[in-house]
């Protein structure tokens, strides 16, 4: 889940925004809506324990055209299109150390397609590898956001008077088009609460643990998304940090001077890689799954000795160069972030559905609060995609076009051969 999101998004959010509660706010908001997603998915993936995220649980809510499309959609921007983002970063933090070259030079582009390449070579291999190269790059990643926020609070030469209480306007300020369009930057710096619904059918005793994954996971990196973004405003000046990318590297320089800056550039960077490794991970299980239930993707679904799902990991790397060289950062963090809303939002709802369908179904596990938990997420998503609709069009659009071109495909496609949903 750490990634992208919680080092770039403050930068867009401070063009818009400059109170440190409504900031603030931000984070735990986007956090309540995604603990409110991730015990709706919990109760989805303990009912339905298989590999495929949003595509298993939509066919067997809805109907297998809805399944296709949120197939589709994560096949091809859901996980391309954030380890786009993630690789940017990663080659933009790196340059930034480097004397002499700028942050939007091909240089970063050639770092970033140079790292999903080293990611999807290494988890084309066997789970061994796979599962240590995650586990090192997280644990390190979770040990330096406790040291970079405890560091960065004492060190500081200067820290800014930012107040943690609400200022006249903020209120009219939560309710307007600048919070719901932040929200989306926030969410997507979320995005991942679900990602454990993908490899299902790899965990252990799924309908017990599944449930447990997704709520710890999710609480962990929202007291860190807060505590991180605290330490942001109180260390750098606003306006330093408003409309840029590089968050932590200007932090970084507030706190410990250009030499530290350095040193924290090269440690971001490289923390970058457990994000890129996860979604190389999660992502091709969508597409194998596709591949196992329609039989013109069967090619999807071709696994090498260890079950490892290798021309799905290639397919997905191809589209994330893709993203990589043709499109602009914030395009793709608005576009996929809307996409990937979209997607759980109909499968929360799928919840509500589900319990007045099949209200004898059996549930290892019951989402809490019910049914205020999928409604808190159902009102805050939809508030947020509707400003989005709204004040960015052409994004808007766009996600509506990989949804219709995905039924599409799913009519063309779902008689050539015998599948497995119907």
């Excluded at 507030?254 to 992502?283: C, D, E, H, Q, R």
Aim: with cysteine; net charge positive; aromatic share 14%.
């Amino acid at each position: 889940m750490i990634g992208t999101g919680v080092f770039t998004s403050l930068g867009y959010q401070l063009d818009v925004i400059r109170s440190p509660f409504v900031l603030l706010s931000l984070w735990v908001v986007g956090g309540v809506i995604a603990l409110c997603g991730a015990m709706s998915y919990a109760e989805l993936g303990a009912a339905f324990p298989r590999s495929g995220g949003e595509y298993n649980f939509l066919s067997r809510i809805y109907h297998p055209a809805a399944g296709f499309v949120s197939g589709w959609v994560a096949a091809l921007i859901g996980f391309a299109a954030p380890i786009a983002l993630v690789t940017i970063l990663f080659g933009t933090y790196f340059v930034s150390i480097l004397p002499g070259v700028e942050t939007d030079s091909w240089a970063v582009k050639v770092l970033a397609i140079g790292l999903v390449v080293i990611m999807t070579i290494v988890h084309s291999t066997n789970h061994q590898n796979s599962g240590a190269t995650q586990t090192i790059f997280t644990s390190l990643k979770v040990a330096f956001i406790i040291l970079f926020c405890g560091f960065a609070l004492v060190f500081a030469p200067e820290q800014q008077a930012i107040s943690l209480l609400p200022a006249t306007g903020d209120g009219n300020l939560m309710l307007g088009s600048a919070f719901a369009i932040s929200l989306i930057y926030v969410s997507y710096a979320y995005t991942g609460w679900n990602a454990a619904t993908y490899l299902t059918g790899e965990v252990f005793e799924p309908r017990r643990n599944i449930p447990k994954i997704l709520f710890t996971g999710t609480f962990v990196v929202m007291v860190a998304y807060v505590a991180l973004n605290y330490m942001f405003l109180k260390v750098a000046p606003m306006g330093a940090m408003a409309g840029k990318l590089e968050i932590g590297i200007i932090v970084a320089e507030y706190a410990f001077g250009p030499t530290g800056a350095k040193f924290i550039g090269i440690a971001l960077a490289f923390l970058l890689i457990s994000t890129v490794s996860a979604m190389v991970i999660a992502g091709p299980r969508v597409l194998q799954t596709l591949g196992e239930d329609f039989p013109v993707f069967r090619i999807f679904a071709k696994t090498n000795t260890d079950d490892i799902p290798v021309n799905s990991i290639r397919f997905q790397t191809l589209l994330t160069i893709g993203f990589i060289l043709t499109s602009s950062f914030e395009q793709i963090l608005v576009f996929s972030g809307a996409l990937l809303a979209l997607n759980s939002f109909f499968t929360v709802l799928g919840l509500l559905v589900l319990r007045w369908k099949q209200p004898g179904l059996v549930r290892p596990f019951r989402v809490p609060f019910f049914p205020l938990t999928p409604l808190v997420y159902l009102t805050l998503t939809g508030f947020t995609l509707t400003f989005v609709a709204i004040s960015r069009p052409l994004e808007a659009l766009g996600a509506l076009l990989i949804v219709s071109t995905g039924l599409v495909v799913y009519f063309i496609t779902r008689n050539m051969g015998k599948t497995k949903i119907s």
